[in-house]
């Protein structure tokens, strides 16, 4: 395809080869409508007062940030208008979205976490919005819970927003991962990027060090000899970055490679929880995206894209990238039974 082509015609000329019927470009238009907005009201920030915390919390027990709330409505704003939706979930709602009587429904679920890296917010350090495609189930009934809690397999499409120095779109459809940037001039996301791919092997390795004290022994010994560099068994030395943004990260080895890693832990194991990320907006899409360009994406023990959800807000433990890297990881994992989960 050609590189400047707009997200629209890529999507119409994508999905020619599937006799689409329209629906699914219309989707994708209404959620690039809330990223151009979440996108605007980011780059703004104490201009229009919408940085700090507010005093409410999330299903997950965290405060929410005002861009955290003000995002997950942008969403659901876009979405629950144009038919194209059935239900819509998400990090900063406990259940689900259900459209006001009398909407149109439409075909697709959607799960997004719409502001990930809320921690980076006031501080002007890259965040974004992630996203998951189901389709709903057939007959246009109400949606469930149960009706979201699919295999990360089932996604038709995934993608994120990210919001960094330029804001980018990057989505898979299932052929491949594509990148588009947003030309703020036409207000248009703009294909830069087709075809991406993994390196199978990396030197960089991304982690919070700060829990190193509660890793069990798999990951202390993974990210020990990327530690050891050269003089350990792996013999070529590593980098480390951690920006605390997943969407940052991945994006970072979309691009060049890498690992990234977000474990379960003692600490997390202590308070019921299976690692820090959760599987329905976070992991599922992210493993979609690195799978569909080369990549591998795991818990340690499995596949993340066939972990069968329990939960629209479970947690998984996250270990993705450069699949040679991640496939040691898990390697370790088989080899040293984990103390944890
Ligand atoms: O603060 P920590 O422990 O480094 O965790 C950072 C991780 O938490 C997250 O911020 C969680 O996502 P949210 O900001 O959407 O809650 C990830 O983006 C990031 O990878
Ligand atoms: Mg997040
Ligand atoms: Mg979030």
């Known amino acids: 395809m ?20 329209g629906e ?71 259940g689900i979205y259900h459209l006001p009587p009398g909407k149109l429904r439409g075909s697709y679920l959607v799960l997004s976490d719409p502001l990930d890296g809320s921690s980076n917010i006031d501080v002007n350090v890259s965040v974004g919005t992630i996203f998951s495609i189901l389709r709903a189930a057939e007959g246009g009934g109400e949606p469930e819970v149960a ?11 995934a993608g994120y927003c990210l919001y960094g120095p330029s804001t980018l779109l ?22 830069t990027r087709e075809g991406v791919r993994i390196p199978p092997d990396c030197r960089e390795f991304a982690i919070n060090a700060s829990n190193q004290r509660f890793w069990d022994a798999p990951v202390q010994r993974f990210i020990g000899e990327c530690a050891q560099g050269r003089d350990g068994p792996l013999g070529r030395d590593f980098n480390m970055r951690w920006v605390a ?30 690692g820090k990320l959760r599987l329905m907006y976070e992991a599922n899409p992210m493993a979609m995206i690195v ?22 807000h479970q947690r998984v433990p996250v270990i993705l990238g450069s699949r040679n890297d991640v496939e040691r990881a898990v390697a370790y994992h088989a080899e040293a039974p984990t103390a944890i989960g």
């Open 2 to 21: 050609q590189i400047g082509t707009t997200l629209t015609n890529y999507i119409i000329e994508n999905q020619r080869h599937v006799r689409a019927s």
């Open 24 to 94: 699914f470009t219309g989707l994708l238009n209404d959620i690039t409508v809330a990223c151009k907005k979440i996108a605007d009201l980011v780059n703004k920030g104490d201009l229009i007062n919408v940085l700090g915390s507010t005093e409410s919390e999330n299903v997950q027990g965290e405060t929410q940030k005002k861009l955290d709330v003000i995002a997950n409505d942008l969403m659901i704003d876009a979405l629950r208008h144009n038919g194209h939706i059935a239900g819509l979930a998400s990090e900063e709602m406990a």
């Open 147 to 157: 009706d979201f809690l699919r295999p990360g397999t089932e996604q038709v499409a």
């Open 170 to 191: 990057v989505l898979t459809t299932g052929q491949g991962v594509s990148m588009f940037n947003l030309d703020r001039a036409v207000g248009e996301f703009l294909l």
């Open 245 to 274: 943004s997943m969407v940052a990260e991945v994006h970072r080895i979309l691009i060049r490679g890498g690992v990234f890693l977000y474990p379960s832990d003692r600490r997390l194991a202590a308070a019921g929880k299976n």
């Open 291 to 312: 799978e569909q360009a080369g990549g591998a994406a795991s818990t340690g023990h499995q596949r993340i894209l066939e972990v069968e959800p329990q939960d629209l």
